[in-house]
């Protein structure tokens, strides 16, 4: 029943590669933006990486040039493909979607500035633990 489903969660070693998957076959929108969100235990949601319609993405400082965010506009597919993990990046990740103006990630800042962000749709998460 959720409009995104992740998957690809699971344990991984520190210094490893794993890959995450969104299914976005149910957004309704014709035109979005996409986002992978993780909550570390005992903090506080935040931004990973953004995407636009248009193939912009954008990078949290602490994954920037370690992870990838990309998309299969045919099959409605975002992947997060995770490099180099470290133990800090053990959290349950969330797929999101939302409606937005276009070019929104051409800066490079959408959805991973410090800014709260409501988005529309919303997968329950997955989770990975990455063990050293």
């Known amino acids: 029943q959720a409009p995104l489903v992740e998957s690809g969660g699971g344990s991984v070693q520190a210094g490893g590669s794993h890959r995450l998957s969104c299914d976005a076959s149910?957004?309704?929108?014709?035109?979005?933006?996409m986002a992978w969100f993780r909550q570390r235990p005992g903090e506080e949601r935040e931004g990973v990486a953004g995407?636009?319609?248009?193939?912009?993405?954008a990078y949290a400082p602490s994954v920037k040039g370690r992870f990838t965010i990309s998309k299969d506009n045919a099959e409605n597919i975002l992947y997060l493909q995770m490099n180099s993990l470290k133990p800090e990046d053990t959290a349950m990740y969330y797929c999101?979607?939302?409606?937005?103006?276009?070019?929104?990630?051409?800066?490079?800042?959408?959805?991973?500035?410090?800014?709260?962000?409501?988005?529309?749709?919303w997968g329950r998460g997955t989770l990975v633990v990455i063990s050293s």
């Open positions: 995407i636009d319609e248009d193939g912009a993405t």
């Open positions: 999101a979607a939302d409606r937005c103006p276009r070019g929104y990630c051409n800066a490079g800042t959408c959805y991973v500035d410090d800014a709260y962000y409501d988005m529309d749709q």
């Open positions: 149910r957004v309704p929108y014709r035109k979005y933006c």
